[in-house]
């Protein structure tokens, strides 16, 4: 599912306005009686309903939400923020049809006091859309104040006022929803993690907008989806054998750190891989032999990896799980890094023994896969004032690198370099735990020894695992639900996605 750009959102209704034949007034409606018809399921009819409209468009979305609530005979007050302009010309032919429904239609001007609400009261926030391209000041912010303080239920149409489509809105005052109903698609401003608290529950609501616009219109952002990730899985010959699987490589663990080798090593097996490899420390050997006995072993070290002599012809190596950040285990990194022709998965200590020096960043092989939380992101590239500069600044880096940075968070990223951008829209908070990332470079390293290619390894990586978590977060809760548990179920996640 593409994300489109408030502009491009823009040129979206147009287009769909000219193929299909219809007004703009008509597109209004009929996000209209989606929106109403979602809020008629969740019987907001039984409480006051307050409509707080601003004079564009979204203000008209919430003139034809109060008239078709009125017509269910639900108890509706309409408040209109006056900006001592005319409004929109959608926005008065819904005003005009409003007064033949209702009396109940109030302005909000300086110098009048708001009017007052109580918790159990519903409030639609239909003030501002995604035109907003400036903070809200004045009146406007004086009265999404008002309504985050009144204790209302708030339903936001479309985006909650104050948010920007494109953009951090960081330290703006905004509309703080409890839900938020958005017309048709993701917008960028949902993805960041500082912005989740202005959303709530977020509903797509499908308006029938233009197929061919939403094919035809490149967009740098996408949000992953079944149908993506079912174009380049592949599916089994009878005649295969395990050398048509590949042959990953695995660095990992150190004295005390061995469950995350384990971890990695079993994810790296379930991903489908034919042969596996572990370098490993000695300390770590009779663990791993007995814990992965699918998996081939090499000691690289004592206590931690201080000693590496590579023959094998891998087809992908994955390293940082639990590898700690000796000085020695800087050396075996910086020897792996200096080949060019084996792929490269780099997590965890990887990346932490990447960032103890500026000039380290260098070592990174061109087309290496990075999967950084977003601390080991700051440790590698440097602060951000918030999770959209972050983004921001990891698509610059992919370009500048030549590597993909799997971003994680609640939509992790997967930047390419040449700037595209793929959100996650799988897994849950429960997985917040110590060992899913040793689980995450495990799969995306033996999607890369399948020959993947370097953005399916990581997608498909990526939404596998967060849907082996969503499988565990139902079978064992998100609080109790553990790495290990995430193991069990990428079998049923493999199945889910139709792959077998």
Excluded at 22 to 32: G, Q
Excluded at 340 to 363: H, Y
Excluded at 376 to 394: P, Y
Excluded at 410 to 435: D, Q, S
Aim: aromatic residues 6%; hydrophobic residues 40%; proline residues 4%.
């Amino acid at each position: 599912m593409k994300i489109f750009t408030a502009a491009q959102i823009k040129k979206w209704d147009a287009c769909t306005i000219r193929e299909q034949g219809i007004t703009s007034l008509e597109l209004m409606e009929r996000a209209a009686k989606a929106c109403t018809q979602w809020l008629l399921e969740q019987q907001v009819s039984q409480h006051p309903i307050h409509v707080f409209c601003g004079k564009g468009n979204n203000g008209g979305d919430g003139l034809a939400i109060a008239r078709l609530l009125l017509e269910n005979k639900a108890s509706v007050t309409v408040y209109i923020l006056e900006s001592g302009k005319p409004g929109s010309d959608d926005f008065q032919a819904n005003l005009q049809k409003l007064h033949t429904y209702t009396s109940e239609i109030h302005f909000i001007q300086p110098g009048l006091n708001f009017p007052p609400l109580h918790p159990g009261d519903i409030v639609i926030d239909a003030l501002f859309g995604t035109g907003l391209h400036k903070p809200l000041a004045d009146l406007g912010r004086e009265l999404v104040d008002h309504l985050n303080n009144s204790g209302a239920g708030i339903v936001s149409i479309d985006i909650p006022s104050g948010l920007s489509a494109d953009k951090s809105s960081k330290g703006n005052t905004c509309i703080t929803a409890s839900h938020t109903l958005s017309l048709q698609a993701y917008k960028a401003a949902f993805l960041y993690p500082e912005n989740n608290r202005f959303i709530g529950n977020l509903h797509l609501l499908k308006i029938g907008l233009s197929e061919h616009f939403e094919q035809t219109e490149p967009s740098a952002f996408e949000m992953l989806d079944r149908s993506i990730i079912r174009s380049f899985t592949r599916h089994r010959s009878p005649f295969s054998h395990k050398g048509h699987f590949g042959h990953a490589a695995l660095l990992a663990g150190s004295m005390g750190m061995m469950g995350a080798a384990v971890l990695a090593s079993k994810a790296c097996l379930r991903s489908g891989t034919g042969k596996l490899t572990v370098f490993i420390p000695a300390c770590g050997y009779d663990i791993l032999q007995t814990t992965v006995p699918e998996a081939m072993c090499r000691i690289a070290g004592d206590k931690h990896l201080d000693s590496l002599e590579i023959k094998d012809p891998f087809n992908a190596i994955g390293i940082g799980p639990g590898i700690g950040t000796e000085a020695e285990t800087w050396t075996v990194l910086k020897k792996i890094c200096s080949q060019k022709k084996i792929p490269l998965v780099l997590d965890a200590d990887a990346l932490n023994l990447l960032s103890m020096e500026k000039n380290r960043l260098g070592q990174i092989p061109p087309g290496s896969v990075i999967t950084p939380h977003p601390k080991e992101f700051e440790r590698l590239f440097g602060k951000t004032s918030g999770d959209a500069e972050q983004l921001k600044l990891a698509i610059q880096k992919a370009a500048a690198l030549n590597i993909y940075i799997v971003l994680k968070g609640h939509h992790t990223a997967i930047i390419t370099p040449l700037g595209k951008v793929y959100f996650n829209n799988t897994g849950n908070a429960g997985m917040a735990k110590g060992g899913m990332g040793d689980v995450l470079t495990g799969l995306v390293t033996g999607l890369v020894a399948q020959q993947y290619s370097l953005p399916e390894a990581a997608i498909l990586g990526v939404y596998l695992h967060g849907l082996a978590g969503d499988i565990a977060a139902e079978k064992y809760s998100q609080e109790s639900m553990q790495a290990s548990d995430l193991l069990q179920c990428i079998g049923e996640a493999w199945k889910t996605i139709g792959h077998s």
